[in-house]
C-alpha cells in the first residue's frame, strides 16, 4: 500500500495567516492527490482532486500543488470558517489510502 | 444534487456482522461508483471498498475476506457486510460517491465527491 504522511499534525494561526500544510507518499503517484476538509461533527469535503484542481464552490484561497511524492496544500488567508482537518488522499493505485490528517485550529 | 443518507446498527458484539445501507437521491445512480469509507475514532480515513452499478466491487485487501458490498438498483441503495468484527471495526461508517477522473490513457482515478452523514459503529462486548 502506498502510504501518506502530513505535516504538521496539528497548526495554530491567526485569521488572515498563510497556512501550508504538505503530504508526501511512499511512492510517486503522480498528481492523482485530493484534498478533504472534515470540520468537527461532519464529513469530509472535498476541496481538491488531481493535486490542484479546486472544486466547485471551494474559496480560491484554497490551492494545491505537487507531484511525485511531495504535495502542499495552502490557504492564502485563514477564515475562521477554516476550522477542521485537512487530509490528503492518493488515487494512483488501490487500495485508496488517506494521510491521518492535519488538525488547523484558529488562534 | 445527490444526498446520501445511511443507516445501520450501531452496536455489535464481537463476531456479529456489521451491515450498513446508504440509499442515493437527487441523482440518478448511472455511470458511477458507490464507496464505504471508515474512520477509527481520532484518526484517519480508510477505503474499504466500491461497488458500482453493475455489481463491479473493488475491496481494501486487508479487509477483502470479510466485507460483501452489494447494490440494489431498484431501491438506489448500496449495503456494506463486514463479517467477524471486533474492537479493532470499531469507526464511524460513511458511504461515498466516488468522482473519477481519467488520465492519458484512460485509467480511472478515483476520489469521493459526496458523502453520507455517517454511522458510528462500535464492537463491544
Known amino acids: 500500500d502506498i502510504q501518506m504522511t502530513q505535516s504538521p499534525s496539528s497548526v495554530s494561526a491567526s485569521v488572515g495567516d498563510r497556512v501550508t500544510i504538505t503530504c508526501r507518499a511512499s511512492?510517486?503517484?503522480?498528481?492523482?492527490l485530493a484534498w478533504y476538509q472534515q470540520k468537527p461533527g461532519k464529513a469530509p469535503k472535498l476541496l481538491m482532486s488531481?493535486?490542484?484542481k479546486l472544486q466547485k464552490g471551494v474559496p480560491s484561497r484554497f490551492s494545491g500543488s505537487g507531484s511525485g511524492t511531495d504535495f502542499t496544500l495552502t490557504i492564502s488567508s485563514l477564515q475562521p470558517e477554516d476550522l477542521a482537518t485537512y487530509f490528503c488522499?492518493?488515487?494512483?493505485?488501490?487500495?485508496?489510502?488517506f494521510g491521518l490528517g492535519t488538525k488547523l485550529e484558529i488562534k | 444534487q445527490v444526498q446520501l443518507q445511511q443507516w445501520g446498527a450501531g452496536l455489535l458484539k464481537p463476531s456479529d456482522t456489521l451491515s450498513l445501507t446508504c440509499a442515493i437521491s437527487?441523482?440518478?445512480?448511472?455511470?458511477?461508483?458507490w464507496s464505504w469509507i471508515r474512520q477509527p475514532p481520532g484518526t484517519g480515513l480508510e477505503w474499504i471498498g466500491d461497488?458500482?452499478?453493475?455489481?463491479?466491487?473493488n475491496y481494501n485487501p486487508s479487509l477483502k475476506s470479510r466485507v460483501t458490498i452489494s447494490i440494489d438498483r431498484s431501491k438506489n441503495q448500496f449495503s456494506l457486510n463486514l463479517t467477524s468484527v471486533t474492537a479493532a471495526d470499531t469507526a464511524l461508517y460513511y458511504c461515498?460517491?466516488?468522482?473519477?477522473?481519467?488520465?492519458?490513457?484512460?485509467?480511472?482515478?478515483?476520489?469521493?465527491?459526496?458523502w453520507g452523514q455517517g454511522t458510528l459503529v462500535t464492537v463491544s462486548s
Open positions: 461515498a460517491r466516488v468522482l473519477v477522473t481519467y488520465g492519458g490513457i484512460g485509467v480511472p482515478y478515483n476520489w469521493f465527491d459526496a
Open positions: 437527487g441523482e440518478s445512480p448511472s455511470g458511477y461508483f
Open positions: 461497488i458500482n452499478l453493475s455489481g463491479g466491487t
Open positions: 511512492q510517486d503517484i503522480g498528481t492523482w
Open positions: 488531481s493535486s490542484s
Open positions: 488522499q492518493q488515487a494512483n493505485s488501490l487500495p485508496y489510502t
